[in-house]
């Protein structure tokens, strides 16, 4: 037995009140009238019968309930042995992030897991998980001995990058309205580069003991990868400097210096090797040049040759799609013939440049096929052929792309085409008080920079004189003037999409076209509005694929995963939206539009350092809830203790004893009595 609090036991000193009020009180005796005293006999009486304890069951209760509220306040407990296992939880956290491919991280885990499954009780509850791009429960809570060891069995590495947040999230989900406390024991190679950037967002559920078992002991293995590959999606001219050429970038973590043989493969057929010296700890890149390719798509992988002890990073894959430029048509409006000028000549200065311009006005748009065409300009054409407006819209429902450009002619016009709704309102603004551009979504593939800076990516530059007021409802905003209107806008239609600018590609609405940003713009809505960037290129392993843009799209997408089989069920290719890309390697996707698709995808090169989480961070994390590290649960031993409060049971019997006192002490104070 202890106490939680012993400072309090001082209060014992209180003892002495009930002995001051039974034994030391002054003792009072009463007058009585006597007629003479002359009978009375001298003598000396003695006060010890009045120093003798009185009420001796009173007092007994009167000290008793002072000892037990000091007792109380000391807070007594009483240690017992800890609750069977049986009575926890077991939960097993199995890591198959890329990393554990890395020597035999992942075979060492599993062995792990599977051994402390075999010194579970019959009667514990385990579950098991696995952690990797995404936290997956394989099993429900289930003393099934055998289902639990085939869940550990079953699972195999993936190329996914693990979080500690993801895991503590999961967790403190999974524990809602849990009352039975449990043990969590991670098999891991705790990887540092898993850990969120706040280490509040990974401490597990308090009711939780979080044990490690860290399977990469020693330092950190040296590793190189292929960091990033910077290539064109498209190639129009493999003849191009601009264009046809590969920069591959190789990084070494925890790694000396050394040359690195390194070469890019073409549908499979290594076509180039180049020797790169790595610094210390460093990167290093090297220019594939130019990049001869076939037409169509091309699978091509820049690889490390020799290999070290994490050969899976050792490639990159990316995809290229070789064609002939592609044609745009762009419709001027009647008396717009500077439009055709700037963007024509911004289109035609894009670094990636891949196509022609095809312009005519749009009154003679009767005749022309939109859908020969990768996409459709509208530049102040306001009113277009009844018959075309009509081929335009079945285009755009298919999965074809059109850009408006709203000239001065929404002023007299108030329908817009394919836009569905019509110009509220027109802004005129003088030269000497021009709108400025106040806010740019980055993140739209039109308009991404990743690195925008203080002036807006360049927008912040541009002098805005006209534009139009339209509807933005069931719209996406991407820029916004600084008085609210909204300057570029994205709209879905079926498969496709309609961008609006609500003003124009002249000088006279505006100066954009005399800033370097209107260049860049036009490449990357042009790459958008072609869908180059999701036919080719390369993704990241978790990142997704929109298959259809429609709800009511009812044509079939076809999906193929690296191993050549189908990833999508017959129910799934009729109504899946967007794909997930869990697996490295190349997918071939048929999209709902029509269009294929050849993707490559790859690991999240933070997978590629093997620098595990430092100890003193380890042991942190494992007792921020109370679990212990591995090597701490050896030393304690297998006897564990838990204390257990008495105080609700003092208190119980403190009241019982203050309801005898006062049953008791009422009777005596209630009695009729006399001294001698």
Not at 252 to 270: E, I, Q, T
Request: aromatic share 8%; proline share 4%.
């Amino acid at each position: 037995m202890g106490f939680l609090a012993p400072w309090f036991l001082g209060g014992l000193l209180a003892l002495g009140v009930p002995v001051f009020v039974h034994l030391l009180r002054r003792h009072v005796t009463v007058p009585r009238p006597v007629g003479s005293l002359m009978f009375f006999e001298r003598g000396t009486q003695s006060s010890t019968k009045h120093r003798r304890l009185k009420y001796l069951l009173l007092f007994a209760l009167r000290a008793a309930l002072v000892l037990l509220v000091v007792l109380a306040f000391a807070n007594p407990f009483v240690k017992r042995p800890a609750a069977n296992p049986a009575g926890r939880l077991l939960m097993i956290v199995l890591d198959n992030s890329y990393s554990m491919r890395a020597g035999t991280r992942f075979n060492d885990a599993k062995r792990e897991a599977l051994e402390m499954l075999a010194k579970r009780t019959g009667s514990q509850r385990a579950q098991v998980i696995a952690l990797g791009g995404q936290v997956q429960v394989l099993t429900q809570l289930t003393d099934d001995g055998t289902q639990l060891r085939s869940a550990v069995e079953s699972t195999q590495p993936g190329d996914g990058h693990a979080s500690y947040g993801e895991l503590a999230r999961t967790l403190r989900s999974l524990r809602e309205g849990s009352r039975q406390p449990a043990d969590l024991h991670l098999f891991s190679d705790v990887q540092k580069s898993a850990m969120p950037a706040s280490f509040a967002d990974m401490v597990m559920p308090a009711d939780v003991a979080l044990t490690l078992h860290q399977v990469a002991k020693g330092s950190p293995t040296e590793n190189w990868t292929v960091g990033s590959v910077d290539a064109p999606a498209e190639i129009a001219d493999v003849k191009d400097p601009k264009q046809s050429r590969a920069r591959v970038t190789v990084t070494g973590f925890h790694a000396r210096a050394a040359k690195k043989s390194v070469s890019l493969l073409v549908n499979g057929h290594v076509v180039a090797t180049k020797q790169v010296d790595v610094p210390e700890n460093g990167s290093a890149t090297v220019e594939f040049a130019p990049l001869d390719v076939a037409y169509g798509f091309n699978r091509c992988e820049a690889r490390i040759d020799g290999g070290d002890s994490f050969a899976a990073d050792d490639v990159s894959y990316f995809a290229i799609r070789r064609s002939d430029p592609e044609k745009v048509l762009f419709l001027h409006g009647i008396g717009d013939t500077r439009s055709e000028v700037y963007y024509g000549s911004a289109l035609a200065a894009a670094a990636r440049a891949s196509f022609t311009l095809q312009s005519t006005s749009a009154a003679a748009a009767n005749d022309l096929d939109p859908s020969r065409f990768a996409f459709v300009v509208l530049s102040d054409a306001v009113s277009l052929p009844s018959i075309f407006e009509h081929n335009l819209q079945d285009y755009v429902q298919k999965g074809g792309n059109v850009l408006i450009a709203l000239g001065t002619a929404a002023g007299h016009h108030a329908r817009i085409p394919l836009w569905g709704s019509d110009v509220k309102n027109t802004h005129s603004y003088s030269a000497n008080a021009p709108a400025m551009v106040g806010q740019v979504d980055f993140t739209h593939p039109a308009l991404q920079d990743a690195q925008p800076g203080r002036d807006n990516g360049g927008w912040a530059e541009a002098k805005i004189f006209y534009a139009a007021q339209v509807d933005a409802a069931n719209t996406r905003v991407l820029a916004r003037l600084n008085d609210g209107t909204p300057l570029l806008l994205d709209r879905a239609m079926g498969e496709g999409h309609v961008l609006l600018l609500t003003t124009g590609f002249d000088n006279l609405t505006n100066d954009l076209p005399l800033h370097p940003v209107f260049v860049a713009f036009v490449d990357r809505s042009a790459r958008y509005l072609a869908g180059a960037e999701r036919l080719a290129g390369s993704r990241m392993v978790d990142s997704f694929v929109t298959l259809r843009s429609g709800n009511a799209s009812t044509a079939n997408v076809e999906v193929i995963d690296p191993d050549a089989k189908r990833a999508l069920s017959l129910e799934e290719a009729r109504t899946a939206q967007t794909f997930h890309l869990e697996r490295t390697g190349f997918y071939s996707v048929h999209f709902a539009s029509g269009r294929d698709a050849v993707i490559g995808v790859n690991a999240n090169r933070l997978e590629s350092d093997l620098e595990p989480m430092p100890q003193d961070l380890q042991q942190l994390w494992a007792g921020s809830n109370g679990g212990e590290t591995q090597e701490k649960a050896a030393v304690a031993g297998v006897a564990k203790f838990q204390r257990v409060s008495l105080w609700w049971w003092v208190m119980l019997l403190a009241l019982l004893v203050v309801l005898a006192e006062t049953a008791l002490s009422g009777s005596y104070m209630a009695t009729q009595r006399e001294d001698a």
